[in-house]
């Protein structure tokens, strides 16, 4: 969870250093300064409790460091997706950073095609107000995380990534 939760923050960190908005890029670099920080928290409680053995109270820490991060996580894809939106600036030839941005760009194109068939076959109640009930969800960067297909040769055994592996090629 700690190395996934770092694969995030260099995610965020890379989204935020091209993102066309000052505000969206702003509310990332927070997000992925919480995750950082939630994520090393958790490293270390980890680490504690194993020393320590079982007990009630370190489990429960363990517990709670393991929801935060997943809040984390989640507000850190939110602003991703703010950010996505908004456009974000052409990527330099670094291979990891081309390889998120194709990831975004990717999502963006889900997100439109979406919206466009929701706008051609959505029901409309006698208000003029869209159903609801039958409408599929929008796409997040999220449900196109799951959707990947797992890469686990690529996944190194330990939790540092070995170099020359991209940002994408942890499955989270």
């Known amino acids: 969870m700690v190395s996934d939760g770092q694969?995030?923050?260099?995610?965020?960190?890379?989204l935020a250093k091209h993102c066309l908005d000052r505000r969206c890029s702003m509310e990332l670099l927070r997000a992925t300064e919480h995750t950082q920080s939630i994520s090393s928290q958790l490293g270390?409680?980890?680490?504690?409790k194993a020393v320590t053995g079982e007990s009630r109270a370190s489990s429960e820490l363990l517990l709670s460091n393991v929801q935060n991060l997943i809040e984390a996580v989640q507000h850190v894809l939110r602003a991703a997706e703010a950010a996505c939106v908004k456009g974000l600036?052409?990527?330099p030839a670094d291979p990891e950073e081309e390889e998120v941005a194709a990831f975004c760009q990717q999502w963006r194109k889900n997100l439109?095609?979406?919206?466009?068939k929701?706008?051609?076959?959505?029901?409309?109640?006698?208000l003029g107000l869209r159903k609801t009930r039958g409408a599929k969800a929008e796409p997040t960067l999220m449900s196109l995380m799951q959707e990947q297909p797992p890469r686990s040769r690529n996944i190194p055994?330990?939790?540092n990534p070995r170099k020359g592996h991209t940002i994408m090629d942890r499955h989270l």
């Open 7 to 14: 694969v995030v923050v260099k995610f965020g960190n890379i």
């Open 44 to 48: 270390i409680v980890a680490r504690v």
């Open 89 to 91: 600036g052409q990527p």
């Open 112 to 116: 439109t095609q979406h919206r466009a």
């Open 118 to 126: 929701e706008a051609l076959h959505s029901d409309w109640d006698e």
């Open 157 to 159: 055994k330990h939790p």
